[in-house]
């Protein structure tokens, strides 16, 4: 009864060790994951009258639907174009079956795209092992984000990059495989986004109508070389919303799981306080039952 007495005595004192730990890194995931969604709103807002500004300068410009693919009239070597994936897993562990599903759709994604060049990018030390583990090739890269904060000089240089490599034709496509926002705040799925070359959709003339503005602003220098700059802002805020949807995801799948292993936690603390108690009851109990039977007390009864 001593030994059993030991060991719920230390795993009482070690939840009791473990109880606070759990709780702070369940307050930390829920603050992250809200200041994520936080700065989202915000990014959102920000996006909302950039696009307005960019309608403004396709209208001045006049453009007309975009042609991505331009001619060439002279081009004696064939360029080998590839396509890259790149895959935006968690940053911590803790998130349960977050990068599972990852590297899921990853393979569904390559065995569709058979014979194709795909490129796959991942970013997030903890997804590394697990396509390690189903033999899926890729370039290992490191994390997008530091907290509720997406690493804005990282893929404002993958944009860049990912922009030279269209221009130069070696660059077929960028998609982004990562968490994203589907309605509420709680609810995020693996989804794939097509972020590069980019799709300009032109307002029809009704549409444009409603929309006119008077007066008309003043643009100052060659609209085509404005809106090309605002285009490519416009691809890196969609970039940094990807970001921060992975970054709420992660929070939220961590958040969840903590909260689960406090409820367990409380409940095992409930349990093995009752059997400590009980254990001592039976220790006094005993110890009393010695002292009389020394002192004779029970043999006069």
Not at 57 to 66: D, E, G, P, S
Not at 115 to 122: D, K, N, Q
Not at 257 to 283: P, Q
Request: hydrophobic share 40%; no cysteine; charged share 30%.
């Amino acid at each position: 009864m001593s030994e059993g007495k030991e060991r719920a005595q230390s795993r009482l004192e070690n939840l009791q060790a473990i109880e606070p730990l759990i709780s702070s890194l369940r307050v930390l995931s829920l603050s992250t994951m809200q200041m994520a969604t936080n700065r989202q709103g915000m990014l959102d807002d920000y996006a909302e009258r950039f696009n307005e500004v960019a309608g403004l300068i396709r209208k001045t410009a006049n453009r007309k639907t975009v042609m991505l693919t331009q001619e060439e009239t002279f081009n004696f070597r064939s360029i080998e174009q590839h396509q890259i994936l790149a895959v935006i897993g968690s940053t911590r562990g803790i998130v349960g079956q977050y990068n599972k599903n990852l590297v899921w759709m990853t393979r569904e994604y390559l065995q569709a795209k058979q014979g194709e060049s795909v490129r796959v990018l991942a970013f997030g030390q903890r997804i590394h092992p697990l396509l390690r583990q189903e033999g899926i090739p890729f370039t290992r890269r490191g994390n997008l984000s530091s907290g509720s904060l997406p690493d804005y000089d990282v893929a404002a240089k993958l944009i860049r990059e990912w922009d030279h490599g269209l221009a130069e034709r070696s660059l077929k496509k960028v998609s982004i495989l990562s968490y994203r926002r589907m309605g509420s705040n709680t609810n995020y799925r693996p989804a794939l986004t097509e972020l590069l070359p980019a799709k300009n959709e032109r307002l029809s003339d009704e549409q444009e109508d409603e929309k006119e503005t008077w007066p008309m602003p003043i643009v100052e220098g060659d609209p085509e070389l404005i809106f090309e700059k605002i285009e490519s802002h416009i691809i890196a805020i969609q970039f940094y919303r990807l970001i921060l949807d992975s970054v709420a995801a992660e929070n939220l799948f961590r958040f969840r799981l903590l909260e689960e292993a406090k409820e367990n936690t409380s409940n095992l603390l409930e349990e093995l306080s009752l059997e400590v108690r009980a254990n001592r009851r039976k220790e006094i109990t005993q110890q009393l039952q010695e002292l009389l039977a020394g002192s004779g007390m029970l043999a006069q009864r």
